[in-house]
């Protein structure tokens, strides 16, 4: 089942931000994420805040009034932002949000394009089960606006994707990208690596697999045995084994290798692009401390140092939206502390690092060490005056982080 929602402080009825947050959205790129909570099945593996239709009943939510709902949040974002920027990017995440009808994604977008704007050669990215995205959506979906769709492969070996308790037909995934391709839409493929029974072998297939048809960006994420997960029961229970952390390590180097040599290049430790217009624009901005709106159950939002998440239910979500109130269920205003902290997490993950001169003087007296232990390139610093991952120092980010806060 989806994990709990953190406690945090009373988020106000309203939605309202002061000030100071709404001041940091003047000149920076803003995104909204919109979160659409229906999977036909759930995977053994995942502990997003996601729910089947048999889960839910006719309470208050369904695929049918989903749209609605989103909508309403989008009016109720707009009250509370006033004289928002434009929006730079959009991710229609789940979930699945192809189990929607194309024109209820299409109908979602467009009510933020009406009520924000969309600014020129916006970034308009959904997610999508291979077996639920037709050519025919694909096309509804480029002509209502959106540029860019993320297939969640996962893989290409049959063996590993019941593992994982995913149903696509490995063949869809070809189908899915070839029909986006000609829908005009720029393609991403997701890969996980690490599942159980999963040989180096399958995994440099699923590779293969996905850099043969070409798409224009690939995620590739080491399998998490996160609790409460059917995975981690039949781990616990011995029926699978756990992931190994020097299997994981071994699958991230060959998909390195095999990425690189194929013509796409790291941005962020999990993400390759064959260029640079096809990175993800809306996850560089998670990573660069962005602005954005979170809309849907559970959704996370972050502006101006103040974060917030919806309550996670749809139904719960749905009687918040519909009664005019905010959907927040609790929010948190950070600490510049805090903030450094994130910055160095989420900065040294990236192809561009950080800047020597915004580190502490404990994280630039850890710097020779990190170097000396083959972490940290060398002429990155030297010459750049910038802190960048080696391969092995992407394999120990975590630990590179710790050592540049001295915790």
């Not at 025919?136 to 063996?159: C, I, K, N, Y």
């Not at 070839?178 to 159980?196: E, F, H, K, M, N």
Request: glycine share 10%; hydrophobic share 45%; proline share 5%.
């Amino acid at each position: 089942m989806p994990s709990a929602l953190p406690d945090g402080d009373p988020a106000p009825a309203d939605g309202h931000l002061g000030p100071q947050a709404l001041a940091a959205l003047e000149g920076r790129p803003f995104g909204v994420y919109l979160h659409v909570p229906f999977c036909a099945v759930r995977c053994g593996y995942c502990d997003f805040n996601t729910y089947t239709l048999r889960e839910l009943g006719t309470d208050g939510a369904s695929v049918a009034t989903f749209a609605d709902a989103a909508l309403r949040e989008v009016q109720l974002a707009a009250g509370v932002l006033g004289a928002a920027p434009c929006v730079d990017t959009v991710f229609v995440g789940g979930g699945t949000p192809t189990l929607l009808a194309a024109a209820d994604l299409g109908r979602m977008l467009g009510g933020i394009r009406e009520t924000f704007g969309l600014a020129p050669h916006a970034e308009v990215t959904t997610e999508a089960n291979p077996d639920s995205v037709a050519p025919d959506d694909l096309e509804l979906l480029a002509v209502a606006g959106f540029t860019r769709v993320s297939l969640g492969m996962q893989s290409a070996v049959p063996h590993v994707l019941a593992t994982l308790d995913r149903t696509h037909d490995p063949a869809n995934v070809a189908r899915a990208v070839q029909a986006a391709r000609a829908a005009g839409l720029q393609v991403s493929l997701d890969l996980i690596y690490g599942t159980p029974g999963e040989s180096l072998a399958d995994w440099r297939r699923s590779l293969e697999a996905a850099v043969a048809l070409e798409p224009d960006h690939i995620s590739a994420y080491a399998l998490v045995v996160e609790e409460g997960t059917r995975l981690a029961t039949q781990v616990r229970r011995g029926e699978v084994t756990a992931p190994e952390e020097d299997d994981e390590a071994a699958k991230y180097e060959i998909a390195d290798e095999l990425l690189a040599g194929a013509g796409y290049g790291w941005y962020e430790v999990s993400n390759w692009a064959r260029r640079e217009d096809a990175r993800c624009r809306h996850n560089e901005g998670y990573w660069a401390d962005g602005n954005w709106w979170g809309v849907g159950p559970g959704a996370h939002s972050h502006v101006g140092g103040v974060r917030w998440w919806n309550v996670k239910h749809p139904n719960a979500y749905a009687a918040r939206v519909n009664a005019g109130q905010s959907p927040a269920h609790a929010r948190e205003t950070l600490t510049e502390e805090q903030r450094y902290d994130e910055r160095v997490l989420l900065g040294i993950r990236l192809v561009d690092g950080l800047a020597v001169g915004d580190l502490r003087s404990e994280g630039r007296t850890a710097l020779a060490g990190l170097i000396a232990d083959g972490l940290v390139d060398a002429p990155s610093v030297l010459r750049r005056r910038r802190v960048v991952l080696t391969r092995r120092g992407r394999l120990l980010a975590d630990t590179v982080v710790r050592r540049l806060l001295a915790v």
